[in-house]
């Protein structure tokens, strides 16, 4: 199994404000694009989400992943409403013991997401691919995409796309 991440930054680098605050991105101007999102979720064979960001989708009340599996990382059971339109399950393994689960359910290509989440996998070196989609917002505080790690991790720079509305979508390969 090898992991993608597929994320939007504030310029400051965070993922969230305090208390999960998001409004200056879902309150933002996106345009007429969708950066790439759908065809990068067909790309994916299953997600990997943290709780808290499970939590976020579900109250959004929208549902964007189609029946891809969801593995929810959560140390409690999944409250999931009647109709969930979705295939999600709660697992609580470290990132080594979820790529092996995917590996025995042939699941290759995965979207990590949630910011500890994110974090974990990185340092347990499964990330290959990293899409951030940076708005030109500085926020100050909040919650961080990146966190300490136990060695640097190199990347290379794959592409960089600016849009007319001053967002910013870097694709990077992790190269050690
Ligand atoms: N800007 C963006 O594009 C974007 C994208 C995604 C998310 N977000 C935002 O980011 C915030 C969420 O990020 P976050 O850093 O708080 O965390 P997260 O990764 O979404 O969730 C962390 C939680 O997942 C559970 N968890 C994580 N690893 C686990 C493991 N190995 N085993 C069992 N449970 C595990 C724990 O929940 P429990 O112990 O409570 O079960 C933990 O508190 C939300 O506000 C969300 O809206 C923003």
New binding site residues.
């Given amino acids: 199994m090898h992991a993608s991440v597929y ?3 504030s310029l400051d680098g965070f ?2 404000g305090e208390d ?1 605050d ?1 409004e200056w ?1 879902t309150g933002a101007d996106p345009g007429d694009s969708d950066y790439g999102f759908a065809e990068f979720v067909a790309s994916v064979d299953a997600l990997v ?6 939590d ?1 989708v579900m109250a959004t009340g929208e549902w964007v992943y189609g029946d891809k599996p969801i593995f929810v ?4 059971p999944l409250d999931l409403p009647n109709g969930f339109p979705g295939r999600a399950e709660s ?5 080594h013991a979820v790529a092996a689960e995917c590996d025995r359910r042939g699941l290759d290509h995965v979207y990590v ?6 974090q ?1 996998f990185l340092r347990a070196g499964l990330v290959r691919r990293i899409i951030i989609t940076r708005l030109p917002v500085l926020i100050g505080s909040g ?1 961080p995409l990146f966190g300490p790690l136990r060695a640097d991790i190199d990347l290379a720079l794959v592409r960089s796309t600016p849009y007319e509305n001053g967002w910013i979508q870097d694709e990077y390969e992790v190269v050690s």
Avoid: Q, V
């Fill in positions: 994320i939007a930054t993922i969230a999960g998001l991105l989400m943290g709780r808290n960001t499970f976020f990382l959560s140390h409690r697992m609580e393994l470290s990132p997401d949630g910011g500890e989440t994110i974990s919650i």
